[in-house]
């Protein structure tokens, strides 16, 4: 029963209250008609018994004439009119009893018929708060719907109130995540202008005529630093942007991208993973920046969670009306809740045992590219290897609904 609805609990709840009710009220009515019959017919009774024995003791005779003119002992015209008592008596109480238990039966069915609707009806609010939820849940990214109310009217009930709550919470989500998107780009483009000056302070020192080497090499380390800030700079700039509708999309083929940032990916160091390619043309409708940086965000994180001398398999393809890509690489084992995480900001996966290639970067990599499907209303799916790595596909449909 704890798996039907409330809507079909509250139902049974009403039939069985009903039929309960019922029942108790035919077994009183029952038991108040039997002793009322069984005191007047009792009564009735003694009274002719005690007049046949009157009768029968001034004629001094043991027999009675019936009025069909038939002889009968006393005793057994006694015994008849017992026996005629006793039927008359259940006779009465099956009449009450067999159409009583039908009208309690179909009494109870209506009102279960008649609780049916009345729940429907009550818990018609919790069903449209239910769904609202439901939506929202579903929804993520620019297609999150945080601006949707129940805006529910009535009178000023339990439900009311739980709805005015829920609306007051997508309220405080809404600005929430509106003042964080707000903030991540307003940030971003601040620190641009301190890191572009402070990039050229450090170039002037070192290029000044007769620095000192130590000089040089502190500022190409202090380059090294500003390079790394404004990479974080712009990649939080992606983040924020990733978030957002698409304006004008535009046809982009898939594996003329990825082709394109394999080549600019270099793999001459001996650790470094081998690529295995498959690209056949893969044509979406999306923003060509973000989805350029959502590939190559990929395959940077393929290369940085890798093994040395692990590998790397990129192919796009297309299925009915979606274009698929898909990236797996070797690299240390994940358990299967790490996935999640992998997809939120600045999280980064499992370090690895064995070693790393290089970089661990920000935890910014996957972030982004979630971000960036969802403004594309594409799906990420990610599974962990068998024996360490990971698998990601990306389902991108062919053509973007409005």
Do not use: C
Request: no cysteine.
């Amino acid at each position: 029963m704890s798996r039907l609805s409330l809507r079909a609990r509250l139902t049974i709840l009403y039939g069985m209250l009903s039929l309960l009710a019922g029942a108790v009220i035919l077994t009183l009515l029952y038991l108040v008609v039997q002793a009322r019959l069984d005191a007047r017919l009792a009564g009735d009774s003694d009274s002719r018994i005690a007049a046949l024995r009157q009768k029968a003791g001034q004629s001094r005779e043991a027999t009675i004439t019936t009025p069909n003119g038939n002889r009968i002992s006393l005793d057994e015209l006694v015994d008849q009119i017992r026996d005629n008592e006793e039927k008359i008596r259940n006779a009465a109480l099956d009449t009450l009893l067999v159409p009583g238990s039908g009208i309690v039966l179909v009494i109870s069915l209506a009102t279960a018929g008649t609780g049916w609707i009345l729940a429907g009806r009550g818990l018609r609010p919790l069903q449209t708060i239910t769904i609202a939820a439901g939506q929202i849940a579903r929804s993520t990214g620019p297609q999150r719907d945080l601006g949707r109310r129940i805006g529910l009217s009535g009178p000023s009930d339990d439900i009311k109130r739980l709805a005015d709550a829920f609306d007051a919470m997508l309220e405080s989500l809404d600005r929430a995540f509106d003042g964080q998107r707000r903030f991540v780009a307003s940030a971003s483009h601040e620190l641009r202008t301190p890191l572009a000056l402070e990039r050229a302070v450090i170039e002037l020192a070192a290029t000044k005529p007769g620095a000192h080497p130590d000089t040089v090499h502190l500022a190409e380390r202090l380059l090294a630093v500003n390079a790394r800030n404004a990479d974080l700079v712009d990649r939080l700039l992606t983040l924020a942007d990733g978030g957002n509708e698409l304006t004008e999309p535009m046809p982009v083929d898939l594996a003329d991208m990825a082709a394109d940032i394999l080549i600019q990916t270099g793999t001459d160091n001996p650790t470094s993973p081998r690529i295995d390619a498959n690209l056949t043309a893969a044509p979406v409708l999306g923003d060509p920046i973000l989805l350029h940086q959502l590939v190559r965000n990929l395959v940077e994180n393929a290369i940085d969670h890798n093994v040395p001398g692990g590998w790397i398999t990129i192919r796009t393809e297309m299925t009915d009306a979606h274009a698929h890509l898909i990236i797996a690489n070797s690299g240390p084992r994940l358990l299967p809740h790490d996935i999640d995480g992998l997809f939120e900001p600045f999280r980064r996966g499992r370090p690895n045992q064995a070693g790393d290639t290089g970089r661990r970067g920000f935890g910014l990599g996957l972030a982004i590219v979630k971000a960036i499907a969802d403004s594309h209303h594409a799906r990420v799916t990610a599974q962990p290897g068998n024996d360490g790595g990971l698998s990601l596909r990306i389902t991108f449909p062919t053509r973007i609904d409005p």
